[in-house]
């Protein structure tokens, strides 16, 4: 059963990435502050750390999924008296996703501002076969264009944005009110022009050549935490000491 359940998630990933691939291009532009994997890092609730990707080009990545016994690029353990790196494959249209943030805000606020963690956010697509207007893929997009043009609101954008999802899926208009709401300012622009569209299909590409089945999947210190709802909080506070 555990391996029928393992292939029908990698089957699904597929399925995913054919459709977001047949219809969004291949190359645009990264965001200020995305890195190579599509993901965006806090190094507190109001800073993401500095990159330059410049480009992405989905037709760079591969397209066989990685063992499962290999860790994710760019998950590692932390360097000696670093913050405890974090990173989370998150999906907006997830309700585990939902589940794993509304438990842990608060939790990550204070970690994140005593400087204790990292947190990499790597938000894919891969429920967008759930929604009637690829909530996944825009959901995002905006949160690549708060990361673009506000960092500073970026965290409080993804936690209004998770906290939303029982109230249903946002369009464009409501994902801009939103993003407005915690003073990220116009992103209505970049949403209708799908600026960053591409670079949601390069992240959930990535997430799936990395051998990624599903969300939330959870890294903490180089370490994968299994049944992040129930055991993230302790395995980081057990790090922390």
């Known amino acids: 059963m555990v391996a029928a359940a393992v292939v029908i998630a990698v089957v699904i990933a ?113 429920l967008d076969r759930n929604s009637r207007d690829d909530y996944s893929s825009r959901g995002a997009s905006a949160l690549a264009c708060v ?23 946002l369009d464009d208009g409501g994902l801009a009110d939103m993003a407005a709401e915690v003073g990220a300012g116009d992103i209505s622009t970049c949403l209708s022009e799908g600026t960053f569209r591409p670079w949601a299909k390069y992240t959930t590409e990535a997430a799936q050549a990395a051998g990624i089945e599903g969300t939330p999947t959870v890294y903490v210190d180089g370490e994968e935490v299994p049944d992040a709802v129930a055991n993230f909080g302790k395995i980081v506070e057990e790090k922390l000491g």
């Open 147 to 169: 990361a673009d043009t506000a960092p500073d609101s970026y965290f409080d954008f993804s936690t209004a944005l998770f906290a939303n999802f029982e109230s249903g899926e």
């Open 14 to 126: 597929l399925v995913v990435a054919a459709n977001i691939r047949g219809r969004v291009p291949d190359v645009g532009p990264a965001p200020q502050h995305g890195n190579d994997q599509g993901g965006f890092t806090l190094v507190s609730t109001s800073d993401l750390a500095e990159t330059e990707v410049g480009e992405i080009d989905v037709t760079s990545l591969s397209e066989e999924p990685a063992s499962g016994a290999d860790l994710p690029p760019g998950v590692e353990p932390a360097a000696d008296g670093a913050p405890i790196p974090v990173v989370a494959y998150v999906d907006v249209n997830c309700v585990h996703c939902s589940n794993f943030e509304n438990e842990y805000s608060d939790d990550l606020r204070r970690w994140l501002n005593a400087g204790d963690i990292t947190l990499e956010y790597r938000n894919v697509a891969y």
